[in-house]
């Protein structure tokens, strides 16, 4: 009986000692009474609408696409003191989502939405990185996320929401474009096709710059030639996560960088935003802007 007892008493220590441990450590072990109710939301959700919303004074809904290679939104901005929740998908294969120093790290798999929250009390930029290998463009694939002050914060969504903003071509393909195609432009061969000496393509040829705005409005995918080699891969569609400035800035970049100004056709206008603006509608598939560049005459 005797033995009975301390068996008992040993038990009960073990418990509580336990209990006491999952109590200390909320996170660690899911607990009822968890601030967040269960979510909602969907893959499709997340794919349709990526991009961040204020949901409250101090409280944002982050959906983020990740993708071969990149993040969209590859730029976050909050002010300080902010809740961000992350709805995390993948549009291809396996990646990470992970805020060093920002308490944020989880697996992102196509098909489920990864939820994580944190806030954010500290002024500076956060990198946003993949830490999963996901092919051959992995280390690049990077964004960041800005903690600003209410005034920052407020200046900074009056700059992206004004008509035409001064918006940096040069630095749109840093962020969105150089994993793949390269900073130089050369892209990968085989795998990335090169911009650089390649562009002619669209330029010189009639339809030409409607069937590039397509390409970046919607994606291509599908088998394409380029300066003598094939590419088989995709290119994402940007229509979702670029503005139409942006759009048009980038196309204006990678029109003149690398020696292409000189492959454009005599009195050869940069593409506007408002082209790009018309390009969005109808929505056309990958496959269906590949099959309309196949048409295209040879230049
Ligand atoms: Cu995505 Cu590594």
């Known amino acids: 009986m005797r033995w009975l007892a301390l068996a008992l008493a040993a038990l009960a220590v073990i418990l509580s000692v336990s209990i006491g441990f999952m109590l200390a450590n909320p996170g660690r ?17 997340v794919l349709a609408h990526p991009g961040l919303t204020r949901v409250g004074p101090h409280a944002f809904r982050a959906l983020v696409v990740a993708r071969q290679y990149g993040f969209t939104p590859a730029t976050l901005g909050v002010p300080v003191g902010s809740r961000v929740d992350f709805y995390v998908t993948s549009a291809d294969v396996t990646h990470g989502f992970e805020i060093p120093g920002g308490n944020v790290n989880v697996e992102v798999f196509p098909g489920y939405v990864a939820h994580v929250y944190a806030t954010f009390r500290k002024l500076g930029t956060y990198r946003t990185v993949c830490d999963q290998y996901c092919g051959i463009g992995h280390q690049a694939m990077l964004g960041n996320l800005a903690v600003l002050t209410e005034t920052a914060y407020a200046a900074s969504l009056r700059t992206t929401q004004v008509a035409s903003p001064l918006v940096d071509g040069a630095a749109v393909f840093a962020s969105n474009c150089a994993s793949c195609h390269q900073a130089s432009g050369q892209g990968v061969v085989g795998v990335f096709p090169p911009l650089a000496g390649s ?86 598939t990958a496959a269906a802007v590949h099959a309309e560049r196949a048409k295209l005459p040879q230049q």
């Not at 072990?29 to 959700?45: N, R, Y």
């Not at 990678?254 to 206008?269: L, Q």
């Open 199 to 284: 562009l002619g393509d669209y330029t010189k040829v009639a339809g030409g710059r409607v069937v590039l705005a397509h390409v970046l409005v919607d994606g291509l995918s599908g088998s394409i030639r380029v300066n003598g080699a094939t590419y088989d891969g995709a290119m994402p569609a940007w229509g979702a996560s670029l503005s139409d400035r942006q759009i048009a800035d980038v196309i204006q970049y990678v029109t003149t960088a690398w020696g292409n100004r000189a492959k454009n056709p005599p009195g050869f206008a940069a593409i506007t935003s408002a082209e790009i603006a018309s390009a969005r509608r109808p929505a056309l």
């Open 29 to 45: 072990i899911p607990l009822v009474g968890m601030d967040e109710p269960e979510s909602t939301m969907t893959t499709a959700d």
